[in-house]
């Protein structure tokens, strides 16, 4: 089975007219390109990258803060109901082989945070200025960049076994 390519997008819930319309073109141009988005499920950002991934026929997998999967915006095709709280913010994150910043509050803060500490690349668009984020100038640029860095991380360390005994010939 070919597991994919899956990338988080991360941004404020109360986003601008400008992170929205950034965010509903990275989530398209991920989705036109095979990759599973990953988001937290909820609006702004969130819901923006999750409306242009559906829109090209992509998976979208929100996984939610709360413990209700009905509170997922309309566009997430796998809502993942916590009940963590932002400690979900972990999950996105590790959940992804690569990271899309557009914008940023403080709860995308704690997103950043935790990629760099685990490693996953980050490619970001107008948000946190810190060093190991790759910065992108338009959306085309972040989602070609996101998708090079994810599977050149991929290719680096395969994701494991299904669990499920190989065959006996």
């Given at each position: ?29 991920l989705a036109e390109h095979g990759a599973t988005v990953v988001c ?32 997922a915006n309309h566009w997430v095709s796998v809502a993942i109901a ?22 940023g509050a403080y709860g995308t803060l704690s997103e950043l945070a ?56």
């Amino acid at each position: 089975m070919a597991l994919g390519t899956y990338v988080a997008v991360v941004g404020p819930g109360d986003a601008s007219a400008e992170q929205i319309a950034a965010a509903e073109a990275v989530g398209q141009g991920l989705a036109e390109h095979g990759a599973t988005v990953v988001c937290g499920g909820l609006g702004g950002v969130m819901a923006a990258a999750c409306r242009g991934a559906a829109a090209a026929g992509g998976m979208t997998v929100g996984i939610l803060p709360g413990s209700d999967r009905a509170a997922a915006n309309h566009w997430v095709s796998v809502a993942i109901a916590t009940g963590l709280g932002e400690l979900r913010n972990g999950l996105v994150v590790r959940a992804a082989d690569a990271v899309v910043a557009v914008g940023g509050a403080y709860g995308t803060l704690s997103e950043l945070a935790l990629a760099l500490k685990t490693g996953v690349p980050i490619v970001g668009l107008h948000t946190w200025d810190i060093e190991g984020i790759e910065p992108a100038a338009s959306p085309a640029e972040a989602v070609e960049r996101a998708l090079e860095v994810a599977r050149a991380r991929r290719a680096l360390s395969p994701p494991a076994s299904s669990g499920r005994p190989a065959s006996v010939g």
